[in-house]
């Protein structure tokens, strides 16, 4: 089977009711979402600190898809067999975050999940190029991290050029930040097949109003598929 660039949705419980996420995770795949993204934050290398690996162990028997789960963390290395044993699928690490990230990678495939590379806005699609052999997704950051609900930056040069060197390699390419229905057929024009979107999934619905979800992410993927269909 060739490699699915269908469109995913991966809603980031960051916009999640904190009291409830099981409730929450449950809700979101019910509704259609593809993948659950979970946002790790060390009050460090962004200025917000969210969940640790006891967390995020406790998110994964909710999960019945994919818990995808980016690190914005500094160091990462001492931390990956930890969110191994938590059930990540995906672990992404951002090439900002040390000096070692082709052992970072390494070291994600060889705990057995899947090795993403994430990219700041400020840092150019050529520091991805020479990883792409030990990445199975590049996420491209279309906001500064640390925080849902930020305007969306302009990333779609980056996207093409990094779409272009993957060629049919089996490598997705994510964004992440600022990912509506206005924004969604930009970044799948240029190449992305793996959204993120937090404030744009959640908002107006609730566990007691789920559809709402529902159709949030049904937005989202309807533009973003017109979107790749103009590619
Ligand atoms: C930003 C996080 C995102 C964030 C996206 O630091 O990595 O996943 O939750 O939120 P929205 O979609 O609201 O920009
Ligand atoms: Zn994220």
Known sequence: MSFDRSIKIAPSILSADFANFGQEIRAIEAQGADWVHVDVMDGHFVPNLTFG??????????????????????????????????????????VEAGPHIHRTLQATRAAGMKAGVALNPGTPAEAALPLLDLADMVLVMTVNPGFGGQKFLDMTAKIRTIRAAIGDRPIHIQVDGGIDPVTAPLVAEAGADSLVAGSAVFRGGSVDNPGVYGENIAAIRAAATAGQKTA
């Open 53 to 94: 690996p006891p967390a995020v162990k406790a998110f994964r028997p909710h999960v019945k898809t994919v818990m995808d789960v980016h690190l914005m963390i500094a160091p990462v290395d001492p931390y990956i067999e930890a969110y191994a044993e938590a059930g990540a699928d995906f672990l992404t690490a951002h």
